[in-house]
């Protein structure tokens, strides 16, 4: 099956540092990526849709000066959190869209980033 | 607009009984409906999908969940719960166009006693 990679899987930074995460597709080109958040014991919730060589489409109250994504290639896209703050903590996972298919994303491993 | 709602946030089971997590959707074209299942600090796994084809559809792990489209369910079912079926589970729906994100309903923790 597709494989989508995260990396880092944690990450401890402190308030006011920028973090970046990547999502990659290991074996599939993805022209759409999505990035998610999850909050403990809550649901998933879509901060953006990304698109390769375009410029990310955000969600309704999702800062898109907060949230850079950058999706450069058909197999990595980038999410990067600027100056975080503790509230940023959260679970954040990506997905990626196989071409041709029924609208199946498949799932990163997800990166859990703690803001101190 | 389409919506998920999973009925129950917290279901509890015996080994070896039947497992029903019920999902309801909303979406005002064909939707494509999904059940994924996460366990702890980990990302997503893909149970099963409905695309429109049989509609009963059958998963890994001995899931199933059959789409009723009158009333607007794709409840996920499996005959005999396992310890390792514990876990978070999500419905999630999108329409049928290509490129739509996917819509998740709350979750529904399984646990599984012996």
């Known amino acids: 099956g597709a494989v989508v990679s995260q990396h880092p899987s944690w990450v401890i930074c402190k308030s006011g540092t920028s973090v970046k995460i990547e999502c990659r597709s290991l074996d599939f080109q993805a022209t759409t990526m999505f990035w998610y958040r999850q909050f403990p014991k809550q649901s998933l919730m879509l901060m953006a849709t990304?698109?390769?060589?375009?410029?990310?489409?955000?969600e309704q109250g999702v800062e898109k000066d907060k949230f850079l994504i950058n999706h450069a290639s058909l197999t990595l896209s980038t999410l990067t959190v600027t100056s975080a703050h503790p509230e940023d903590s959260s679970f954040y996972i990506c997905?990626?869209?196989?071409?041709?298919?029924?609208?199946?994303?498949?799932f990163g491993p997800g990166t859990r980033l703690t803001v101190l | 607009a389409q919506s998920v709602t999973q009925l129950g946030s917290h279901v509890s089971v015996s080994e070896g009984a039947l497992v029903l997590l019920r999902c309801n959707y909303s979406s005002s074209v064909p939707p494509y409906l999904f059940w994924y299942v996460q366990y702890p600090n980990q990302g997503l796994q893909l149970l099963l999908k409905?695309?429109?084809?049989?509609?009963l559809v059958k998963g890994i792990n001995g899931f199933e969940a059959e789409f009723k489209k009158s009333e607007t369910s794709f409840h996920l079912t499996k005959p005999s719960a396992h310890m390792s079926d514990a876990a978070e589970y999500f419905c999630?729906?999108?329409?049928?166009?290509?490129?739509?994100?996917?819509?998740f309903g709350k979750g529904t923790t399984l646990s599984v006693s012996s």
């Open positions: 997905s990626a869209r196989i071409i041709s298919s029924y609208n199946e994303q498949f």
């Open positions: 409905y695309t429109s084809a049989a509609t």
């Open positions: 990304s698109n390769e060589g375009s410029k990310a489409t955000y």
């Open positions: 999630a729906v999108s329409d049928s166009q290509a490129g739509t994100a996917l819509i």
